[in-house]
């Protein structure tokens, strides 16, 4: 009976040991689909007995805690479509420069390549399968150049190689991607250090481009236009410059776009309700006013502005209708936030981050219906007097971190016994930085930080108080 099996999937099936070269899996001469993928292999070395599948289309060992080298026979599976390795959180594998050459060789009927955080630290070799659809070789200690060849695979639809920061490349000048084909392109790490070029717009067909922290520079071509299809736009922490084209904002599947920590200058300008979710234009160069059109955006969940030059009086109502909000960041600006409505005013009420710092906050009666929050930061304002008890209430389950400096509070005893409730009775994971420092009334508060195990006040140099420190174990006198 084992010779007529030709697929076996026990793929998340709890399976833990090893497997010897005397078991009886490797009578099943016939099979051409193993997936043995998410079991425990107890970080056993793979047996190179897998080269008796000599009709194995698909082979699937992917999170299933091998280690050690991947053996040579591998290569000998002429017959594999789909290889999929990818080794466990904490477990290494290896894959020899030599033997990744033999493996491309004599694969030629590949359509996917996943060696994900497979250590291989390897030039890439230049001979891909034609049939080639996926290849993921991403956290490989890869070095050397991309070779050209891998952007004009005519099949590709799939290329992930970030986390490679030896790794450098060039994009194709010319027509590139001829076929339309490409779908995912992740090249986030590697190095280009030249400008996006316009034949990137050749892309036409891509629904996730990441090139996030690859050097590039200058400004966005407006070939990227044409990207009609991207849902996922991430060029973070590059040195990209120049004004953001207003039609990106309106490319009309993107969802995600993240053009954070590069030097972009002008204006954000104003655009139609679309697909987009999430906006993260931190650390940048931008001006002006916030687009009144963000307010129609309903399905918008983050809001990421931080370290920007933008100006003016922002009332808290501005975000009122945006119900799925729940982060939201423009600290670190010219903003001024205002609450003309106090009564009437309520916040998303998903909102779970809110960071607003240096935005001339001025009272907490806006945050009343902020159940949600688990980080706050309103450092650097001119909040006076007492926090309100609702605020302490709203916090006590799920705030995780608090930044309260730089204000105008008065009351320090309320604080610390507010601060030793929410220890008692908020989560246990909960924390709390960069705490309530120049008490204007009460000389100064050095940072609090909390623990699970250990409550330490470090409030040296104020007149009423020392430093104090409690051990876990004596919590629930102050309950």
Known sequence: ????????????????????????????????????????????????????????????????????????????????????????????????????????????????????????????????????????????????????????????ETLVLQNNNQLSGYFPKTKWNSNASLIELDLSGVNFSDNLPESIGYLTSVHSLSLKNCKLRGPIPESLLNLTRIENLDLQYNSLNGTIPSGVFSLPSLSRLVLSNNHFSGQFEGFNPNSLIWIDLSNNQLQGHLPKSIQNHVNLTGLILSFNNFSGHVDVIFFADLKQLYYLDLSYNRIALTNENKRNVTLPGFLMSLQLATCE???????????????????????????????????????????????????????????????????????????FHQFPQDSSLYPVIISVKNLQFDITGNARFGRKQLEGSNFAMFG
């Open 1 to 156: 009976m084992t010779g007529h099996v030709i697929e076996l999937n026990l793929s998340c099936s709890g399976l833990v040991g090893k497997i010897d070269s005397n078991s009886s899996l490797f009578q099943l001469s016939r099979l051409q689909r193993l997936d043995l993928s998410s079991n425990n292999f107890s970080n056993s070395h793979i047996s190179p007995e897998l080269r008796r599948f000599s009709s194995l289309t698909l082979l699937d060992l992917s999170d299933s805690y091998f280690s050690g080298h991947i053996p040579s026979e591998i290569s000998h599976l002429s017959q594999l479509q789909s290889l999929r390795l990818s080794p466990s959180f904490e477990t290494i594998l290896r894959l020899t420069a030599h033997d990744l050459k033999l493996l491309l060789q004599n694969l030629t009927q590949l359509r996917e390549l996943d060696l994900t955080s497979i250590n291989i630290s390897s030039t890439i070799p230049p001979n891909f399968s034609s049939h080639l659809r996926t290849l993921r070789m991403g956290n490989t200690e890869l070095y050397g150049i991309i070779p050209e060849s891998i952007f004009h695979l005519p099949s590709l």
């Open 361 to 435: 906050v001025k009272e907490l009666e806006f945050l009343r219906s902020a159940k949600l929050l688990w980080q706050l930061d309103l450092s650097n304002n001119k909040i006076q007097g007492r926090i309100p008890d609702w605020a302490w209430s709203n916090w006590t389950f799920l705030l995780q971190r608090l930044n309260l400096s730089h204000n105008m509070l008065k009351v320090l005893i309320q604080f610390l016994f507010c601060l030793l409730k929410l220890l008692i009775y908020g989560p246990i994971c909960f924390k709390v930085h960069y705490l």
